[in-house]
């Protein structure tokens, strides 16, 4: 019976080593493999009493256990760009750890080091959950899994308290075949299954997620491609139809002449710079995508005409002054920009073709400018004046 649940984890830590060795980056993942290997050796240590002796034993499978439970915590908390960090593991241990070798060497007591063990790992794991908390804004794979986790944690808690109460059975073979004994490691095995398969469910829509996004992410400049751009802008203008919306259209100035004279390795660079350019300047309700070589546009829920106008100008001005290590020195590059505002009926591709074509007439009228959808209102671009655009911008 005490093997069942090792035997079960560890075959989730082999399902966790290969993931790992898959996506090496994942470094949680081999910790998440590391883990059932300890608790495995922390059951072998008390099921064959190795080494002999009540401290001894208690001692060293209460360290195999508690690296255990302190791995899988911790590595699921790192899932999630989070950490428990050195010092905290170290709490954690000391307290565990100096609490069995006091209950075991100076005032021997089997039942509080029961207590002692399960109370401290339900504690760890609760920990861990209160962690996690934002995951229940995020997907739903992370939402089970706060759940899960957070089930996992209590169950140690009413587990303990309902099947040893507060007298411990005396005796290595009457704590063997002890309620608590048997519950505690079918507990675990059904538990720590459940727990481990959401994990490894988790990190699998990790990857899926990280694929699609490479899928929608132009390489080079790390915004949206046109088919992304243009699913999701679609999108979003369905669902902003009764709010303003605009798009920006925007192309770098001369790009090819860039190519011609220094290189495709410069024009790429330039290129990459922009793309951190914009992912920088917009709000994170905004789109950016790379809709053409040198081209790019930008949706602006919630923003009308003269809002586009003014980021803009932001971005015309602050990217003019921009320097290119792969340029020679004094080398701007400079883009222009055409903007359109949603109109009744409009679908996405009306809207880019009104943009592209006011896009068209800065870059006829001389490049380096902004210019309305509105041929009538379009307005040129003053020479650069910082100070002058901040006003506007106001």
Known sequence: MALIGPGILSVFGLAFLWAWIIEKKRHYLLLLAAAPVLFALGVIVQVFSWPPGVGPNALLSGLFYTLAVLLTAEAIVRRSGKRFGLPLDLVFLTAIMGG??????????????????????????????????????????????????????????????????????????????????????????????????????????????????????????????????????????????????????????????????????????????????????????????RIGGEEFAILLPGSTRDDAYRLAERLRVDWSEVEFACLPAGKRVTSSFGIAEVRPGDDLFELLERADTQLYQAKATGRNRTVFDDAALYRMAEPLDRERVAISSS
């Open 100 to 289: 069995l070798w006091y209950f075991a060497y100076i005032a021997p007591n089997v039942l509080v080091r029961v207590y002692i063990q399960n109370f401290g790992y339900g504690l760890i794991f609760l920990v861990a959950a209160l962690f996690l908390t934002h995951l229940m804004r995020g997907r739903r794979v992370d939402r089970v899994l706060f759940w899960v986790l957070l089930a996992f944690s209590v169950h140690f808690f009413v587990r303990t308290v309902l099947t040893i109460g507060f007298s411990a059975p005396v005796g290595v073979k009457a704590f063997g075949a002890s309620l608590f004994w048997h519950a505690l490691h079918l507990s675990l095995a059904v538990l720590g299954a459940g727990l481990a398969l959401t994990v490894l469910a988790a990190a699998l829509s990790d990857v899926i997620d990280d694929l699609r996004r490479e899928g929608e992410v132009d390489g080079l400049t790390g915004v949206l491609n046109r088919r992304a751009f243009e699913n999701r802008a679609s999108s979003l203008m369905a669902k902003a139809e009764y709010t303003p919306c605009s798009l920006v259209a925007c192309d770098l100035d001369r790009f090819k002449e860039i190519n011609d004279r220094y290189g495709h390795a410069a024009g790429d660079e330039v290129l990459r710079v922009f793309g951190d350019f914009l992912r920088v300047a917009i709000r994170a309700s905004d789109l950016a995508g």
